[in-house]
């Protein structure tokens, strides 16, 4: 594939948006990808509610496309109350009832008792820790490679095994490794933009210069 204007993939994981600029394949699908892509994919996430929020919406995407997570996330965040671990973690059985009957989420009832669930390890965690955010960054690597192929990219690796395994430990309900490697991913623990993308130097930047402060914490 070519543009007018001479950007030429280098790979199979690049492509070419509609204004011309290099980005990884899965990303140009979608206005709506696109923007994800650019504007948050792998940018960091410094808050708990924003770590929960990712976790909780990796859960209920297993088994589905993510766009259907992202066409529903508006819905997603009032139902379960911008995703503020202590508020979710007190939802009972009435709340239960009520999410699966609003055709605006998933409604998949072991998803969402895992959610509440693990809004409640979350809130432990974090009267522990402190905070959930710098719990996770923890598992940042040391280095991580850069993807310049299709093939480079893995569903989980040595840094989302030990997370998982801590999670379950933890007593976390569906955060197998897999999952596990999403959020860590989407919310920039690692670097899985592909060697040409428009946004990778940025996000790099980004993550080098939040695991400084949220280390700190």
Request: proline fraction near 4%.
């Given at each position: 594939m070519a543009m007018s204007n001479g950007v030429r993939?280098?790979?199979?994981?690049?492509?070419?948006?509609?204004?011309g600029r290099?980005?990884?394949?899965?990303?140009?699908?979608?206005?709506?990808?696109?923007?994800?892509?650019?504007?948050?994919?792998?940018?960091?996430?410094?808050?708990?509610?924003?770590?929960f929020e990712h976790l909780a919406l990796e859960?209920?995407?297993?088994?589905?496309?993510?766009?259907?997570?992202?066409?529903?996330?508006?819905a997603f965040q009032v139902a379960f109350a911008g995703f503020r671990p202590e508020v979710v973690a007190a939802f009972g059985a009435q709340d239960v009832d009520r999410l699966m009957a609003?055709?605006?989420?998933?409604?998949?009832?072991?998803?969402?008792?895992a959610v509440i669930h693990n809004a409640g390890c979350a809130q432990r965690l974090i009267e522990r820790e402190g905070s959930l955010a710098a719990f996770f960054w923890r598992y940042r690597p040391v280095s991580w490679r850069v993807p310049r192929a299709r093939i480079d990219l893995v569903s989980s690796a040595d840094p989302s095994r030990?997370?998982?395994?801590?999670?379950?430990?933890?007593?976390?309900?569906?955060?197998?490794?897999?999952?596990?490697?999403?959020?860590?991913?989407?919310t920039g623990l690692l670097n899985d933009h592909v060697a040409g993308c428009c946004v990778r130097e940025d996000v790099?930047?980004?993550?080098?210069e939040a695991a400084v402060v949220v280390l700190r914490r």
């Amino acid at each position: 594939m070519a543009m007018s204007n001479g950007v030429r993939p280098q790979n199979d994981a690049l492509a070419v948006g509609s204004d011309g600029r290099l980005r990884c394949w899965w990303s140009v699908g979608s206005e709506q990808y696109v923007a994800y892509h650019d504007r948050e994919w792998g940018r960091p996430q410094l808050t708990d509610e924003g770590i929960f929020e990712h976790l909780a919406l990796e859960s209920f995407q297993s088994g589905l496309s993510w766009a259907v997570v992202l066409r529903k996330r508006p819905a997603f965040q009032v139902a379960f109350a911008g995703f503020r671990p202590e508020v979710v973690a007190a939802f009972g059985a009435q709340d239960v009832d009520r999410l699966m009957a609003n055709e605006a989420i998933v409604r998949n009832r072991r998803k969402i008792e895992a959610v509440i669930h693990n809004a409640g390890c979350a809130q432990r965690l974090i009267e522990r820790e402190g905070s959930l955010a710098a719990f996770f960054w923890r598992y940042r690597p040391v280095s991580w490679r850069v993807p310049r192929a299709r093939i480079d990219l893995v569903s989980s690796a040595d840094p989302s095994r030990a997370l998982a395994a801590e999670l379950r430990r933890l007593g976390f309900r569906l955060l197998g490794p897999t999952t596990v490697h999403a959020h860590l991913q989407a919310t920039g623990l690692l670097n899985d933009h592909v060697a040409g993308c428009c946004v990778r130097e940025d996000v790099e930047r980004q993550q080098a210069e939040a695991a400084v402060v949220v280390l700190r914490r």
